[in-house]
């Protein structure tokens, strides 16, 4: 894939989608102006491969066909701009948030000796939303539709996997720990929404094993407790994602390139979760396994703007993995200052950084830049774009 530089938009939630999942107009308009503005690449927001991993109410879907004439009208939008267009795909895992009449949640019953919440849900009777469609049903034999509700406990569980049955701390979900079926076939729902994206005429997709989502639960041992080939070592929690990652090449063929967002690790200090010596490790394993490139991110939420002047989020561990790893790296957050872009782009082996925030507050600074004007971006990351749908800008009220 050649872009026409090396500034990519990094994937955000735009919650611009309808609630079936497909690219509304306004989307479409915002990668219109994206393109427009001069970005080299455009990586889509989440798309969800699999009704039961859907990340939130108003996120893009790629688990069916019925979508492609409206994919392709925002495939258009980036190249008639003169951008590439990467989709995303994810799995959200016990990170959804779940609308309050999302078909996925459940209440677990405390009457009886039918369970807890924290109980495992083989045993436990469970009350299900009428409105469950047949992808989420199938192959659930324990769910009762008609159960009375008593006693519903005061937290909702849902039917969702994740690699052990571990509460989110984000949202207070419980997943079923997923069984090897499971992982078979979210591997082959991966591997379906990217055949899907070609189809659509996407430059390439992206596997996100990052953020706290299914993939890169398996990579962090606060999530990942599990005995079997899954668990236990770093080569074993990145199994999974790499399956996933090969079983996305096989159905995309040779050539068209997958991007895997990875954190570097799960927390500012490395305290929790993944740490950046395992993230390297995986950063190689999903090379192996079919991956064309590494986006580089991680906890950015601890970061403010006055890191950012600073430098990028992750700089450093993105230059040590770039010449680690012979594949493109791309360095996504805390980037503000145009000279110093350069400057790290010039002194690392490293391909291009990742942009978000900075494009929602200016879509046109790629090219602002490129005229001379190297000034930093006005963002001052106060994040109120990512608490509202359609990523509002305070600057950019009429």
């Known amino acids: 894939m050649t872009a026409r530089n090396r500034v990519v938009r990094a994937a955000t939630a735009e919650s611009l989608a309808t609630s079936q999942g497909a690219p509304s107009e306004r989307l479409v308009s915002l990668y219109q102006q994206l393109a427009a503005g001069g970005v080299g690449t455009i990586i889509t927001g989440y798309s969800y491969v699999s009704a039961d991993g859907k ?3 108003y996120a893009l879907s790629l688990c069916d066909d019925r979508l492609e004439s409206e994919y392709r009208a925002l495939v258009d939008a980036a ?3 003169g951008a590439c267009i990467i989709a995303q795909l994810v799995y959200g895992g016990s990170k959804s948030k779940l609308a309050a009449d999302d078909p996925r949640r459940i209440t677990v019953l405390k009457s009886g000796n039918v369970g807890s919440a924290s109980a495992g849900l083989q045993d436990a009777a469970i009350a299900v939303s009428p409105g469950v469609c047949s992808e989420l049903s199938a192959g659930v034999h324990d ?3 008609n159960v009375r509700v008593v006693e519903p406990s005061a937290r909702p569980n849902v039917r969702i996997v994740g690699p052990s049955a571990v509460p989110n701390p984000a949202t207070g979900l419980v997943p079923r720990e997923a069984s090897s079926a499971d992982l078979a076939r979210i591997a082959s729902q991966f591997a379906d929404a990217a055949a899907r994206a070609k189809r659509c005429g996407f430059d390439g997709v992206e596997v996100h ?3 706290g989502y299914l993939l890169g639960q398996f990579l962090s041992p606060f999530f990942n407790r599990r005995t079997d080939e899954y668990g236990g070592s770093i080569e074993n929690r990145a199994r999974f994602a790499c399956e996933c990652i090969a079983a996305v090449r096989e159905a995309v063929g040779d050539g068209f390139p997958i991007f895997a967002k990875l954190n570097s690790s799960d927390k500012r200090d490395g305290s929790t979760g993944l740490v950046e010596e395992d993230s390297l490790v995986v950063a190689g394993m999903l090379i192996d396994a ?4 590494i986006e580089v991110s991680g906890d950015w939420h601890a970061f403010n ?3 950012a002047f600073d430098g990028p989020f992750f700089g450093s561990y993105g230059a040590r993995l770039a010449r680690m790893i012979d594949a493109p790296v791309i360095v996504t957050g805390g980037w503000r200052d145009p000279r110093k872009a350069e400057r790290y782009l010039d002194e690392t082996s490293v391909a291009a950084i990742g942009v978000s925030r ?5 879509p046109d600074l790629p090219l602002k830049w490129e ?6 971006s006005r963002c001052t990351s106060c994040n109120h774009c990512a608490k509202s749908s359609g990523i509002p800008c305070v600057f950019n009220k009429e």
């Open 55 to 57: 990340p939130s109410e």
């Open 79 to 81: 190249h008639d701009g």
């Open 143 to 145: 769910v009762a539709p």
């Open 209 to 211: 094993v990052a953020h």
């Open 290 to 293: 079919g991956a064309s490139a």
């Open 305 to 307: 703007a006055g890191d």
């Open 358 to 362: 900075p494009l929602i507050c200016e």
């Open 371 to 376: 005229s001379g004007a190297l000034y930093p």
